[in-house]
């Protein structure tokens, strides 16, 4: 028996824009680049992907992440709070206030600040896997 990887290399055309290895494409997208050309606009206001590279014509808007961009960012953001939050509480134990104060203000900050690269990063992942798929309210 041999291994393959899934789906087979032979079934999958080469797509007419240019696939950037992984790791490329993720950092590209972490910098709100084309994951494909790196071309500078990835998104179109916050959060909106644009359908479609203007240099390369990569169709980043099929690249639906819907999701996992929050998903990720909440798990990055309560890897960095929780523990700061843990550490302070256990060394200081300052008023509620006070940890009110210092800890919403730092959760929404890393939460707007990490959303947007986190969706890119998370577009060149799925652009560079193939993870396309239509919007349905286009159909
Ligand atoms: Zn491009």
Not at 22 to 31: D, K, Q
Not at 106 to 135: D, F, H, Q, S, W
Request: proline content about 12%; glycine content about 8%.
């Amino acid at each position: 028996m041999t291994l393959s990887h899934w789906p087979a290399e032979a079934a999958q055309p080469a797509p007419p824009w240019p696939v950037a290895p992984l790791a490329t494409a993720i950092g590209r997208g972490l910098l709100s680049r084309c994951p494909a050309c790196g071309e500078r606009h990835l998104f179109k206001g916050y959060l909106k992907v644009v359908s479609e590279c203007r240099r390369c014509g990569a169709p980043l808007g099929l690249a639906r992440a819907d999701d996992a961009p929050p998903y990720f960012t909440i798990l990055v953001v309560g890897h960095i709070v929780v523990p700061l939050l843990v550490i302070m509480q256990r060394l200081a134990n300052p008023p509620t206030w006070e940890m009110t104060a210092i800890f919403v203000p730092l959760t929404l900050v890393l939460a707007l600040g990490l959303l947007r690269p986190i969706k890119g990063g998370t577009v060149g992942l799925m652009l560079t896997m193939g993870m396309l798929k239509p919007n349905p309210a286009a159909t």
